[in-house]
């Protein structure tokens, strides 16, 4: 991975085909919200299916959370399309078989010329897509279990959210004033908090 991508520093907004042949930027699907950025091998890769097949579970969590999921793949449309549908996903998955990600971020499998996939990672992101943890999967057990990411977007929304406790004696006084902008659903002020365009 590129030594600049660390921990507070801001990934990068590529713009890739979704599964429905549409182009997308990643700030467009994140929005203000935290995500989850999977940067993965595609549909020739077992482990890739099985980390896919967890998500799912946890994909109906980050729904309901207020969360974004996101799959990246050097794989072409057709294949993005087999492998999205294959474990049932509802997420976004974005195709890259040009491999713009791959070579920009660093992260050719060398050990792999004849797929020449990424090495798997997985991104989490704050809003405006400032990374908060990296991990790195070449490995399985390299990538981060369900509860990993529970915990790290526990931690993120924390620190995001402007009305994460909301018994706190500011929040209500606020609220009590009508500065409503301060709480979801996102007024200006709680969307420009969280580092969206307005």
């Known amino acids: 991975m590129r030594s600049d991508m660390v921990p507070g520093a801001r990934f990068p907004d590529y713009e890739l085909t979704d599964h429905n042949a549409k182009r997308r930027t990643l700030s467009s699907l994140q929005?203000?919200?935290p995500m989850v950025l999977v940067l993965g091998r595609g549909s020739y890769c077992p482990k890739d299916r099985r980390q896919a097949e967890g998500l799912v579970q946890l994909h109906r969590e980050l729904e309901v959370g207020f969360c974004r999921l996101v799959t990246i793949t050097t794989d072409n449309l057709t294949e993005t399309n087999?492998?999205?549908s294959g474990v049932g996903a509802h997420w976004p998955f974005l195709s890259d078989p040009g491999r713009k990600?791959?070579?920009?971020?660093?992260i050719v499998e060398y050990t792999d010329p004849v797929h020449n996939p990424m090495i798997p990672h997985?991104?989490?992101l704050e809003p405006g897509l400032v990374i908060y943890r990296i991990y790195q999967g070449y490995w399985y057990f390299g990538r981060p279990i369900m509860e990993d990411l529970?915990?790290?977007l526990r931690a993120v929304n924390q620190k995001c959210r402007t009305d994460?406790?909301?018994t706190t004696p500011e929040l209500k006084a606020a609220w009590q004033e009508g500065r409503k902008d301060l709480f979801y659903p996102y007024g200006k002020t709680y969307a420009q908090t969280l580092g969206a365009p307005d």
């Not at 990600?101 to 660093?106: I, N, P």
Request: net charge negative.
């Open 122 to 124: 997985v991104i989490v």
């Open 164 to 166: 994460w406790d909301i």
């Open 101 to 106: 990600v791959q070579k920009d971020l660093d």
């Open 31 to 33: 929005g203000p919200d």
């Open 82 to 84: 087999d492998n999205r």
């Open 150 to 152: 529970r915990q790290d």
